[in-house]
């Protein structure tokens, strides 16, 4: 399944840096998102490294999720593709 990495997760003072909202193609509703939770993200970076996260909570009632990945994700990450596994 495809994803779209929307940005990252930010307060008035603090950007969290591995943190990102994601919003997954045919999700629409927060209960469609709230199953996802718990599911695998990898997002491959130009270089070829893959970075892993996982899915942590759904985000508004769009259908958006939080994902929480392993290390700092960065600035060039934010609007693009991410796949979702198991």
């Given at each position: 399944m495809k994803a779209l990495i929307f940005n990252f997760r930010i307060s008035r003072?603090?950007?969290h840096s591995n943190h990102m909202i994601i919003q997954v193609s045919?999700?629409?509703?927060?209960d469609n998102a709230k199953q996802l939770v718990g599911k695998t993200l990898?997002?491959?970076?130009?270089a070829g490294k893959e970075?892993?996260?996982?899915?942590?909570?759904?985000?508004?009632n769009k259908g958006a999720v939080r994902?929480?990945?392993?290390?700092?994700?960065?600035?060039?990450?934010?609007?693009?593709?991410?796949?979702?596994?198991?």
């Open positions: 003072h603090t950007q045919g999700v629409s509703t927060r990898v997002w491959k970076s130009p970075l892993k996260g996982k899915v942590a909570a759904p985000h508004g994902a929480i990945f392993e290390t700092g994700m960065p600035g060039q990450s934010v609007g693009s593709e991410v796949k979702l596994g198991e």
